[in-house]
């Protein structure tokens, strides 16, 4: 069964300062990642995902992020923060098996930026 | 990017009373929709799975009795609660996958639904 780690529940940043928002997932076969955003009382908005290819993944907003896959990590990051970003910041799996699409969530990052 | 509303985007009504929430995909044919609860400051937990045409696949310890979810067109599944009571009061999402999207879910916006 697939599961996703994110360890940080609250990151505050200073603006215009670099971000990483760690992201581990677990799964006994290859996977698709995505990092979500959410903002209050809002739905899911994609940032980006990873499906194959490079394992640097460019996305909206300034954001990227890399897979790697010996250390089974999906970290984001931004290297300017601004006011913004502030929201919720969700990681996702989905195991690569034709026909299963089910998405399975980490827990969440709020990620505050500091003016 | 394809566009999913839902409707209502929130909802109040009285313990014992049934709400219905509609997910409809605006530009594209979901042939699978999925719906999600959020509780305050937690993650998504998926509640299940719908295909068009088809009978939901609920998750482990939902009660498909009580979260009613039909997929009657390629654009639009709705999530019937009957009977709410307060602990049904939550943050539900839906989201689409369509043909020409591989692997990729569209969400909604939501609708908090709180029961008195």
């Known amino acids: 069964a697939q599961s996703v780690t994110q360890l940080d529940s609250q990151v505050p940043v200073f603006e215009e300062a670099p971000v990483e928002l760690r992201c581990n997932y677990s799964?006994?076969?290859?996977?698709?990642l995505f990092w979500y955003v959410q903002y209050p009382n809002q739905g899911l908005q994609l940032l980006l995902k990873?499906?194959?290819?490079?394992?640097l993944v460019k996305g909206i907003n300034g954001f990227e992020a890399e897979f790697n896959k010996s250390q089974t990590s999906f970290h984001l990051r931004k290297p300017s923060v601004h006011i913004s970003d502030t929201a919720e910041y969700f990681c996702?799996?989905?195991?690569?098996?034709?026909?299963?699409?089910?998405?399975?969530f980490g827990t969440g990052t709020r990620l505050t930026i500091i003016p | 990017g394809a566009v999913v509303s839902q409707h209502p985007s929130w909802v109040i009504c009285k313990s014992g009373t049934s709400v219905k929430i509609e997910c409809r995909s605006l530009?594209?044919?979901?042939?699978?929709m999925f719906w999600y609860r959020q509780f305050p400051k937690q993650s998504l937990m998926l509640m299940a799975t719908?295909?068009?045409?088809?009978?939901?696949?609920?998750e482990q310890g939902v009660e498909k009795d009580k979260f009613l979810i039909n997929h009657a067109s390629l654009t639009l599944s709705t999530l019937t609660v009957t009977s709410a009571h307060p602990e049904d009061s939550s943050f539900y999402i839906c989201?689409?996958?369509?043909?020409?999207?591989?692997?990729?879910?569209?969400f909604g916006p939501g609708t908090r639904l709180t029961v008195l």
């Open positions: 530009d594209f044919q979901a042939t699978t």
């Open positions: 799964s006994s076969v290859s996977v698709y």
């Open positions: 990873y499906l194959s290819g490079s394992t």
């Open positions: 996702a799996v989905s195991e690569g098996n034709f026909g299963n699409e089910k998405l399975t």
């Open positions: 719908s295909n068009e045409g088809s009978k939901a696949t609920y």
């Open positions: 989201s689409a996958r369509g043909r020409d999207f591989y692997n990729e879910q569209f």
